[in-house]
């Protein structure tokens, strides 16, 4: 085995900046585990700034109708798989359950020491069958994927903004 399959997160970055879809993004390395994850940031007048990724919100409520749409093998999601198959009042339009990006959205907060955006949410690479420094097993999601992954849900969250333009929070 030579040194990159064994840490095959040498002679990534730590950290990456750019934009997706006009919103900020950001890779980082987790400084133990050693697996990457991505955020996506949206400005204050955008109309899930501030909202928690578990908070339900009217806003997300055609992307949730959508979601649910989608083949039953298509909802990775526990929440959104469960509710394709109890039924949609099982699951409520919240940015975890709507967003399609690795492993859910994990992470809704500002970000210390960024500016270019008020709000951010995020999703990280360490569930099951992805690769960590304590878990060696599985697939390392490399920071070409994750940035995929950000770019994903950039779109994702400027097409909420587009929904919304014209109505009020």
């Known amino acids: 085995m030579n ?3 064994k840490y095959p997160w040498e002679g990534e970055p730590d950290e990456l900046r750019f934009e997706a879809s006009g919103l900020p993004c950001l890779i980082l390395c987790h400084a133990n585990m050693m697996h990457l994850c991505g955020y996506v940031g949206v ?3 955008h109309p899930l700034c501030m909202v928690e990724y578990t908070t339900s919100t009217p806003v997300l409520q055609k992307q949730l109708e959508q979601r649910l749409q989608k083949p039953l093998g298509e909802h990775p999601a526990m929440s959104v798989l469960l509710a394709a198959v109890l039924g ?3 699951v409520e339009p919240t940015p975890h359950c709507v967003f399609e990006v ?3 959205i994990t992470f809704s907060r500002p970000q210390r020491d960024d500016d270019r955006a008020k709000w951010w949410f995020g999703f990280d690479c360490s569930h099951h069958e992805d690769r960590t420094a304590l878990c060696p097993e599985g697939t390392y ?3 070409e994927y994750v940035k995929a992954q950000c770019e994903s849900l950039a779109a994702q969250l400027a097409a909420v903004s587009g929904d919304t333009e014209g109505e009020s929070k």
């Open 3 to 5: 040194q990159t399959e």
């Open 102 to 104: 690795h492993g859910g």
């Open 43 to 45: 400005p204050d007048n």
């Open 141 to 143: 999601r490399t920071i």
């Open 88 to 90: 949609a009042d099982f």
